[in-house]
């Protein structure tokens, strides 16, 4: 009887502990609080350094549609509309796309490939960018870069254009590689607008899939360190 008891309360437990954390990783509130101290706050463009004129797009925004040969855009690619942004309206003279297979045994066109082709096919810039496809990660991306940069004799002072939770890893692998870096954050999880009375009391379950966008960052973070990435 006692071992039923004891086995009855610890279950309650688990269930209240499991109740709690489901609401507290499902409340738009505290999620809004965790990603606002975490991204990299969001910026006027006149508040970037006038004298950086090359802007760095990072890929992770775009796969090929293998039906029709087309991208299919994710949330991410708020990070292209930016960068194309501050290049359209003159904060920038050149913008470098960044992105290349995810993996080494991915068949599908490489990302910055792919997105050129779609940029070429609506006439939007080409002779204004530059493409690099061999990059597989945020790392490849800042050491691929850094070979054009070189290549060419350009200024390694640029804009740094990506998704404002993935800034500080994307920053630090960029100014390992010799750049200094401004940067844009585009597609924040903390969202554009105020916080609403809804997001205090009802539960969300794209909340709980925003979380593990935020776990998945600090894993990578995590794991750069580890390999000396940054």
């Known amino acids: 009887m006692v071992s039923l008891l004891l086995k009855n309360r610890i279950k309650r437990h688990f269930f209240y502990a499991a109740f709690i954390v489901l609401l507290l990783f499902s409340n738009g509130a505290v999620f809004h609080l965790v990603a606002e101290l975490w991204e990299e706050p969001q910026k006027m463009a006149s508040q970037l350094h006038s004298n950086y004129r090359k802007v760095v797009v990072l890929g992770g925004m775009a796969s090929e549609n293998s039906v029709n040969g087309l991208p299919r855009f994710s949330q991410s690619s708020d990070r292209l509309w930016q960068g194309l942004w501050l290049l359209k309206t003159g904060k920038a003279d ?21 997105l050129k082709d779609y940029l070429d096919d609506i006439d939007v ?8 496809s061999l990059s597989r990660n945020t790392y490849e991306n800042a050491v ?4 054009i940069f070189d290549n060419r004799g350009m200024s390694k002072e640029i804009i740094l254009v990506s998704s404002a939770f993935h800034i500080p890893r994307a920053r630090e692998c960029f100014e390992n590689q010799g750049f200094t870096v401004d ?8 969202g554009v607008r105020p916080l609403q009375w809804k ?6 379950a794209g909340v709980m899939d925003q979380w593990g966008v935020l776990f998945r960052e600090w894993a ?5 360190e580890i390999n000396g990435y940054i």
């Open 125 to 132: 810039l080409s002779d204004k960018i530059i493409i690099e």
């Open 94 to 114: 050149t913008l470098i796309l960044s992105g290349g297979r995810g993996t080494l045994f991915d068949k599908q066109k490489p990302e910055g490939e792919l």
């Open 220 to 224: 990578g973070i995590l794991m750069y």
């Open 183 to 190: 940067v844009f954050p585009a597609d924040p999880l903390t």
């Open 144 to 147: 691929e870069t850094a070979k």
């Open 199 to 204: 997001d205090f009391i009802i539960p969300s």
